[in-house]
């Protein structure tokens, strides 16, 4: 089990940045692939970002690609997004989840474990 606290959301105006934390409890936490998620009001929870182990391997949705960027330190047992450029679209709650089985997919089912989600709003 693992437990996740994400961090670092709030209000900012378009073109500015914002960097999320989300910090793991537990000493299992470079063992999982991390993914950040987001969901618009009215809208599904999406796919933005997925880290591998290691942190060699991210994988990007393509409405965030250039953006965003996913990072992790596993010192630390944090994951973290960087966003640029932001929009007034990315508003929305972040989420971070842990994909315990390794699953290489960006599909949110296949995370086990999820943070409670931070806002960030992008004003126009």
């Known amino acids: 089990q693992v437990q996740l606290v994400e961090s670092g959301g709030g209000l900012v105006q378009a073109g500015g940045s914002l960097r999320l934390s989300c910090a793991a409890s537990?000493?299992?936490?470079?063992?999982?692939?991390m993914g950040w998620f987001r969901q618009a009001p009215g809208k599904e929870r999406e796919f933005v970002a997925r880290?591998?182990?290691?942190?060699?391997?991210?994988n990007y949705a393509d409405s965030v690609k250039g953006r965003f960027t996913i990072s992790r330190d596993n010192a630390k047992n944090t994951v973290y997004l960087q966003m640029n450029s932001l929009k007034p679209e990315d508003t929305a709650v972040y989420y971070c989840?842990?994909?315990?089985?390794?699953?290489?997919?960006?599909?949110?089912?296949?995370?086990?474990?999820w943070g409670q989600g931070t806002q960030v709003t992008v004003s126009s």
């Open positions: 989840a842990a994909d315990r089985e390794d699953w290489g997919s960006n599909n949110l089912y296949d995370y086990d474990y």
């Open positions: 537990g000493n299992t936490f470079r063992s999982y692939p």
């Open positions: 880290i591998s182990r290691s942190g060699g391997v991210t």
